[in-house]
């Protein structure tokens, strides 16, 4: 082992990708990977739905440690509104009614960190499109990287998207696929509603 492993190299747990009932599956860094396979879904979608807007999808890194990434790339892009999506505990064993969302709603975060007109239309576009969603009602930061998004440059209005996730951060996060690919469907029909009607948006 001394010969193969020096001091300093990069290791992964191994724990391969399972697929479980109801639609749900495991694996190790479903966060954020499973952020970045709704991004995915949602460009499927908005090639279908032929949204007149300009999207940009970003896939940062140190999001856990700063959220160097996100900073760099909102500063580079300079959006006129951005969409971070994230997971969120997902209930589970031990896990107490207002910790953790159940793992077949999409959580939609209201904080001081959050645009409060983009929250209400991304609400909107929920009830419209039929997603299933909840509100989760955060005091302070958030955790994500809604937070330096929303102040990059001259402040960046940002909504916040999450997918819960049990046993976070372990080798078996697990999650519903549906629920990721509703994630990426609110998405797209958010920003196809948004662009139809952004001559006109009131913002305060």
């Known amino acids: 082992?001394?010969?193969?492993?020096?001091?300093?190299?990069?290791?992964?747990?191994?724990?391969?990708?399972?697929?479980?009932?109801?639609?749900?599956?495991?694996?190790?860094?479903?966060?954020?990977?499973?952020?970045?396979a709704a991004m995915l879904e949602c460009a499927k979608r908005l090639t279908r739905l032929n949204a007149k807007?300009?999207?940009?999808?970003?896939s940062t890194s140190q999001e856990e440690v700063g959220s160097a990434g996100a900073v760099t790339a909102a500063y580079a892009l300079d959006p006129d509104m951005a969409i971070a999506i994230d997971v969120t505990h997902g209930a589970g064993p031990g896990t107490g009614k207002f910790e953790a969302f159940p793992l077949d709603v999409v959580p939609l975060t209201m904080g001081p960190n959050i645009h409060p007109m983009l929250l209400e239309k991304l609400i909107q576009a929920a009830q419209r499109h039929k997603v299933n969603y909840t509100i989760e009602v955060n005091g302070g930061v958030t955790w994500t990287d809604a937070d330096p998004i929303q102040v990059a440059r001259a402040g960046v209005p940002t909504v916040l998207i999450s997918i819960p996730l049990r046993y976070m951060h372990t080798t078996v996060e697990t999650l519903s696929l549906d629920t990721v690919r509703e994630a990426g469907r609110?998405?797209?029909?958010?920003?196809?509603?948004?662009?139809?009607e952004w001559g006109n948006l009131k913002w305060y």
Request: net charge negative; proline share 2%.
């Open 1 to 36: 082992v001394k010969k193969k492993v020096r001091v300093g190299d990069m290791v992964v747990m191994l724990a391969p990708y399972q697929e479980l009932a109801d639609h749900c599956a495991a694996s190790k860094t479903m966060d954020d990977r499973a952020s970045v």
């Open 53 to 58: 807007a300009q999207v940009f999808f970003v």
């Open 186 to 196: 609110l998405m797209a029909e958010f920003i196809a509603d948004i662009a139809e």
